[in-house]
C-alpha cells in the first residue's frame, strides 16, 4: 500500500508475512487518542522553539484532530503495512495537512513516542482504576454498616476458631483494597513521568523545550536519562504488580463467597440477577459471577510475569521485543475494571443469612479460648488453662455437648476455679464484645472502623472530584 518511512534505506519491498507479523496496530490503535495528544504538545513544542512556524504547527494541529474524528467515528481505515498507530496517524496526515506532515516527526522517535503513549494511557488507567476502587470501598463500608449484628465463625484453617462481626470480615477486605488503592496511586508518581525528547536513545540536536511538552500535557516532570526513558518498561511492571495484588483480594473475597453460598454454608444468597442456572440440573444456583473473578486472576497474573520476562536481560535501549508489552497491559486493565464494576454491582445485592450464620457460631467448641480466658482470669496460667479447656472439649466430643451445655458440676470437675458466671463468658455477644483491643471485633472497634473509613472513603471522592 503506502510507502515506509525506511524506504530511503532498502532495495527490496518488504514481505507481506513479515508486515504481518511485525504489525502491532490491531492491539496499539487503542492508543490513537493519547498519541494525537501526545503528537499536539509536541507540535505546539516545534513552534515554541522555533523549529517550525506557527503556521505549520497549526496546520499539523488541525490535521490531528481530524484524524481523530475518523478514528472515534470508526471511519479510519487500519492496515498491517503501516505497523502500528504511530505510522498510521503521521501516514494520514498527509491528507489532511499535505506536505508540512513530513515535519510532525522532527526531533523525535517512534521509540520516545510509544512511551509517552502508553504512559499517558497508563495514567489514565490508574485513575479510573483508583476511583473504581474507592467505589468499591465504599460499597463495602455500607455492607458493613447494615450488617453490624451479624456474628458469623472466624476460621484459622478453614476451622471454626473464634466468632467475629460479619462486619469485620468485610472491612479486612477493606483494608485490602485500600492498600490497592495505595499502590495505584504510588504507581502513578512513577507513570507521570514525560519521556518525550529522549528520540531514539541518545536525545536530539534540536533545541527543544521538554518542559514546556511535559506541562502541556500536565506532567510534573520530565525523565532524566534519554536511554532510560525510552527502555524503562518498570512503571508497567508496578502497574500489573498492583493489579495482580488487586486480583489477590478479589480471588480470596471470591472464594469466600463461593463457599458461602454453597448448601453446606448457605451464609449468604446471591440475588437471582447474579447467579446463573445449569443447562442440564434444573436445581442449580450458581455463583459464576465469583467463581470468574476468581478465574480471572490467572490471567492477570499472566501479565505479569509476561512483563517481567519480556523485559530481562534486555540490552539498552529500545528493542523491539517492548512492542509485546501492550497486549498484557490492556487485557489487565480490561480485567481488573471489569471485576471492580461487577463487585460494585453485586456485593449490595447479596442477601446475609444471619440465622445460619449464629447457628454455625453455636457449634464448633468455638467458645473455647473464652473459657480459658475465663479460667486466666481466676489466676490459672495460659498454658495451663488451655490443657484443662483441652481436657473439657474432649470430655464435650465424647458426650456430643458443647461447652455451653455442659453443666456447672461437670465445668467444675476441670477446674474449681469456675463458678456460675462462666456461662456469661461463653455467649456470642460476650466474645465479640470483649475483643475490645485495637483492631478487634467488639462492635465498639468495628463501629469506629467503620467510621474512620467512612471519612476516608468520602475524603478520596472529593479529593478525585476536584482534581
Ligand atoms: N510499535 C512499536 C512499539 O510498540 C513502536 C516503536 C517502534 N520503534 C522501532 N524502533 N521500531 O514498541
Redesign the pocket.
Known amino acids: 500500500m503506502s510507502e515506509k518511512p525506511w524506504d530511503g534505506r532498502f532495495a527490496e519491498k518488504t514481505d507481506a508475512a513479515v508486515e504481518a507479523f511485525t504489525s502491532?496496530i490491531d492491539i496499539?490503535k487503542r492508543l490513537y487518542s493519547y498519541d494525537i495528544d501526545g503528537s499536539i504538545a509536541h507540535c505546539k513544542m516545534l513552534a515554541k522553539a522555533a523549529i517550525i512556524t506557527d503556521e505549520e504547527s497549526e496546520s499539523l494541529i488541525v490535521g490531528l484532530e481530524k484524524i481523530r474524528e475518523e478514528i472515534s467515528d470508526g471511519k479510519f481505515e487500519f492496515s498491517d503495512c503501516l505497523?502500528?498507530i504511530?505510522m498510521h496517524i503521521e501516514n494520514r496526515l498527509a491528507t489532511h495537512a499535505g506536505s508540512v506532515s513530513l515535519k510532525l516527526h522532527t526531533a523525535r522517535?517512534?521509540?520516545d513516542?510509544?512511551a509517552l503513549d502508553i504512559r499517558l494511557y497508563l495514567r489514565d488507567m490508574s485513575r479510573k482504576i483508583i476511583y473504581g476502587l474507592v467505589q468499591l470501598r465504599k460499597v463495602l463500608v455500607q455492607m458493613a454498616e447494615r450488617h453490624i449484628d451479624v456474628v458469623l465463625p472466624g476460621y484459622t484453617h478453614l476451622q471454626r476458631a473464634q466468632p467475629v462481626l460479619f462486619s469485620h470480615h468485610l472491612m479486612a477486605y477493606y483494608e485490602m483494597f485500600t492498600r490497592d488503592t495505595r499502590r495505584f496511586e504510588e504507581g502513578l508518581e512513577r507513570i507521570n513521568v514525560m519521556p518525550l525528547g529522549a528520540a531514539?536513545l541518545a536525545g536530539t540536536t534540536y533545541p527543544i523545550d521538554r518542559a514546556y511538552t511535559a506541562s502541556l500535557l500536565d506532567f510534573p516532570t520530565v525523565s532524566e536519562n534519554s536511554m532510560d526513558s525510552v527502555s524503562d518498561r518498570d512503571f508497567i511492571i508496578e502497574f500489573l504488580a498492583a493489579a495482580s495484588l488487586c486480583m489477590v483480594h478479589f480471588s480470596r473475597f471470591s472464594e469466600e463467597l463461593v463457599l458461602w453460598s454453597s448448601s453446606e454454608f448457605k451464609f449468604i444468597e446471591l440475588s437471582d440477577a447474579f447467579s446463573t442456572g445449569s443447562s442440564i440440573m434444573p436445581q442449580k444456583k450458581n455463583p459464576d459471577v465469583p467463581e470468574l473473578v476468581r478465574g480471572k486472576t490467572g490471567r492477570v497474573f499472566g501479565s505479569l510475569i509476561s512483563l517481567l520476562t519480556l523485559m530481562k536481560s534486555l540490552p539498552l535501549a529500545?528493542n523491539?521485543d517492548?512492542?509485546e508489552?501492550?497486549a498484557p497491559v490492556f487485557d489487565t486493565v480490561e480485567t481488573l475494571t471489569a471485576c471492580i464494576d461487577i463487585y460494585i454491582r453485586m456485593l449490595p445485592n447479596i442477601k446475609v443469612n444471619q440465622e445460619q450464620m449464629e447457628k454455625a457460631v453455636s457449634t464448633g467448641y468455638i467458645n473455647a479460648t473464652d473459657m480459658a480466658d475465663y479460667l486466666v482470669c481466676q489466676g490459672m496460667p495460659f498454658r495451663e488453662a488451655h490443657g484443662c479447656v483441652g481436657k473439657a472439649v474432649s470430655y464435650g466430643l465424647d458426650h456430643k455437648k458443647e461447652l455451653h451445655d455442659l453443666s456447672l458440676d461437670e465445668l467444675r470437675s476441670f477446674s474449681d476455679l469456675i463458678n456460675e458466671d462462666i456461662f456469661l463468658e461463653l455467649t456470642t455477644g460476650q466474645m465479640i464484645e470483649r475483643r475490645k483491643s485495637y483492631g478487634g471485633t467488639s462492635t465498639h472497634n468495628v463501629r469506629a472502623a467503620i467510621a474512620r473509613a467512612e471519612i476516608q472513603v468520602s475524603q478520596e471522592i472529593r479529593s478525585i472530584k476536584n482534581n
Open positions: 502491532s496499539d505497523e502500528d504511530h522517535s517512534r521509540n513516542q510509544v531514539a529500545y523491539r517492548m512492542q508489552d501492550k
